[in-house]
């Protein structure tokens, strides 16, 4: 198959077009309005065969998680999607391939109403590049720099599930963990493959928090993006981090709070609120059924400290990173 059937075939008009887009797949660029008083957020993010997603993976999760990383991306930065362009590259043209990548692809367009806008078709080994961009009105960005010594540490959702997918995945949560429960697996299969960005999160915290990043390399790692943008420290009860009851179902409560603290992938939004926000917080993330939970708080001392019941935590984050190498 060329490369022009390929864009043709599965990459045009695949999704009710939107009134913005005035061209889109098929010309040398496309062409897009952006809404008066609103600025425009762009981000890329790469999925590369064997190092992001492991290569057996089927082709309608690989183009949901390609795609819903970037909208997370959007997510955590208060914006609206509106646009994505796809640079494809593909060991060879399999019909049946494109043909599910396609589709699921075109599933997630939908859902968000976002538009594919171009992109880039090339042979090579497997990798999926996709730009993401959405609108934010200029003061409701929501960026990693704003939190303060004070602010409270909040997330969404549940930690470490999709941590807990990789391992089945990868069959490293071995017979001494894991007990046995069908349902409870493929929920936490579908939280490792099928990431939801938490884009309603987003718009609905804009004027309301602090800062925000979306979890992609784990709670540590990412709160120390907002300590360093925000030149704060951080105090995090490890006690307080929600955990699915699927998770607590195959592993130790000791054990999923390592995976949440350190496995990543979750996709969930961490963000800081100012003391006199917090009800208000609680109220807009109440009446759009997103659940939230209070982890810590930030700090002035400039260091990130694990507590539990009040003293230290230790984690064991660097002995398991190595069973757990995919991620990246
Ligand atoms: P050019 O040579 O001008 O860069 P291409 O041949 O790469 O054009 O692409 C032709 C058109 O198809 C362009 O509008 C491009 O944006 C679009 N396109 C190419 N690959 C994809 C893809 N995988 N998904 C969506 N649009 C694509
Ligand atoms: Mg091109």
Same mark, same amino acid.
């Given at each position: 198959?060329?490369?022009?059937?390929?864009?043709?075939?599965?990459?045009?008009?695949?999704?009710?077009?939107?009134?913005?887009?005035?061209?889109?797949?098929?010309?040398?660029?496309?062409?897009?309005?952006?809404?008066?008083?609103?600025?425009?957020?762009?981000?890329?993010?790469?999925?590369?065969?064997g190092?992001?997603?492991?290569?057996?993976?089927?082709?309608?999760?690989?183009?949901?998680?390609?795609?819903?990383?970037?909208?997370?991306?959007?997510?955590?930065?208060?914006?609206?999607?509106a646009?994505?362009?796809?640079?494809?590259?593909?060991?060879?043209?399999?019909?049946?391939?494109?043909?599910?990548?396609?589709?699921?692809?075109?599933?997630?367009?939908?859902?968000?109403?976002?538009?594919?806008? =171009?992109?880039?078709?090339?042979? *090579?080994? %497997?990798? &999926?590049?996709?730009?993401?961009?959405? /609108? +934010?009105? $200029?003061?409701s960005?929501?960026?990693?720099?704003?939190?303060?010594?004070?602010?409270?540490?909040?997330?969404?959702?549940?930690?470490g599930?999709?941590?807990?997918?990789?391992?089945?995945?990868?069959?490293t949560?071995?017979?001494?963990?894991?007990?046995?429960?069908?349902?409870?697996?493929?929920?936490?299969?579908?939280?490792?493959?099928?990431?939801?960005?938490r884009?309603?999160?987003?718009?609905?915290?804009?004027?309301?928090?602090?800062?925000?990043?979306?979890i992609?390399?784990?709670?540590?790692?990412?709160?120390?993006?907002?300590?360093?943008?925000?030149?704060? =420290?951080?105090?995090?009860?490890? *006690?307080? %981090?929600? &955990?699915?009851?699927?998770?607590?179902? /195959? +592993?130790? $409560?000791?054990?999923?709070?390592?995976?949440?603290?350190s496995?990543?992938?979750?996709?969930?939004?961490?963000?800081?609120?100012?003391?006199?926000?917090?009800?208000?917080?609680?109220?807009?993330?109440?009446?759009?059924?997103?659940?939230?939970?209070?982890?810590?708080?930030?700090?002035?001392?400039?260091?990130?400290?694990?507590k539990?019941?009040?003293?230290?935590?230790?984690?064991?984050?660097?002995?398991?990173?190595?069973?757990?190498?995919?991620?990246?």
């Amino acid at each position: 198959m060329q490369e022009f059937s390929i864009i043709e075939q599965y990459f045009t008009n695949q999704t009710q077009p939107r009134r913005d887009v005035l061209v889109g797949v098929g010309d040398d660029c496309a062409i897009t309005q952006i809404p008066e008083n609103h600025v425009l957020a762009t981000t890329t993010d790469t999925l590369v065969s064997g190092i992001h997603f492991l290569p057996e993976t089927n082709p309608a999760d690989i183009a949901h998680k390609a795609l819903a990383v970037n909208l997370s991306d959007l997510a955590a930065m208060g914006a609206t999607p509106a646009w994505v362009s796809l640079a494809l590259t593909l060991p060879d043209a399999n019909e049946d391939w494109l043909s599910e990548f396609a589709d699921s692809f075109a599933r997630l367009c939908e859902y968000y109403s976002i538009n594919l806008i =171009g992109g880039d078709t090339t042979r *090579g080994p %497997l990798s &999926i590049t996709i730009t993401a961009q959405g /609108f +934010v009105p $200029p003061d409701s960005v929501i960026k990693r720099s704003g939190a303060r010594p004070g602010d409270a540490i909040f997330v969404t959702g549940t930690l470490g599930d999709a941590g807990a997918g990789l391992g089945l995945l990868k069959e490293t949560l071995t017979e001494e963990n894991v007990a046995l429960d069908s349902l409870a697996a493929s929920y936490l299969l579908l939280r490792h493959n099928t990431p939801t960005p938490r884009v309603l999160a987003g718009t609905t915290l804009r004027r309301k928090v602090s800062s925000c990043i979306d979890i992609s390399d784990g709670l540590i790692g990412d709160i120390q993006h907002i300590m360093k943008a925000s030149q704060c =420290g951080a105090n995090i009860n490890v *006690g307080a %981090l929600p &955990i699915s009851n699927e998770l607590l179902s /195959f +592993v130790s $409560p000791e054990y999923a709070i390592e995976l949440a603290l350190s496995a990543g992938d979750d996709y969930e939004l961490l963000f800081t609120v100012p003391q006199d926000q917090i009800e208000e917080v609680k109220t807009a993330m109440h009446s759009v059924s997103i659940p939230i939970t209070q982890i810590g708080q930030m700090t002035g001392d400039g260091e990130l400290h694990l507590k539990q019941n009040n003293q230290a935590y230790i984690t064991q984050a660097s002995a398991y990173q190595h069973e757990i190498p995919l991620h990246g």
